[in-house]
């Protein structure tokens, strides 16, 4: 099992940078790919990014590839995801969630196990 504490959220101006990290617990952490998805009020979460176990593929959603990017570090179990020019419409309570598909970069909510409690990320115009 896998408990996942995320931070690193905030309030920005457009243009500016976060940097979101997940903390998990568990001694089989090297077993899952991990991924960062979010939702905003009123609509349904979105998958944001996603990474292998070994950290070697990686998969981003058409939203913010090019300006996210996700790593991870197994030996300190940790997930990060670097947002640089961020956009009001990347508002939203951003969440770190593990599956254990864990060759996998699956985009879909449904395949992850575990789910942290949210870190809310604010872009203002």
């Known amino acids: 099992q896998v408990q996942l504490v995320e931070s690193g959220g905030g309030l920005v101006q457009a243009g500016g940078s976060l940097r979101l990290s997940c903390a998990a617990s568990?001694?089989?952490?090297?077993?899952?790919?991990m991924g960062w998805f979010r939702q905003a009020p009123g609509k349904e979460r979105e998958f944001v990014a996603s990474?292998?176990?070994?950290?070697?593929?990686?998969r981003y959603g058409d939203s913010v590839n090019g300006r996210f990017t996700i790593s991870r570090d197994n030996a300190e179990k940790m997930v990060y995801l670097q947002m640089n020019s961020l956009k009001p419409e990347d508002t939203a309570v951003y969440y770190c969630?593990?599956?254990?598909?864990?060759?996998?970069?699956?985009?879909?909510?449904?395949?992850?196990?575990?789910w942290g409690q949210g870190t809310q990320v604010t872009v203002s115009s």
């Open positions: 990474i292998r176990r070994s950290g070697g593929s990686k």
């Open positions: 969630a593990a599956t254990s598909l864990r060759d996998s970069t699956t985009p879909r909510l449904s395949d992850y196990n575990y």
């Open positions: 568990g001694r089989t952490f090297n077993n899952y790919a």
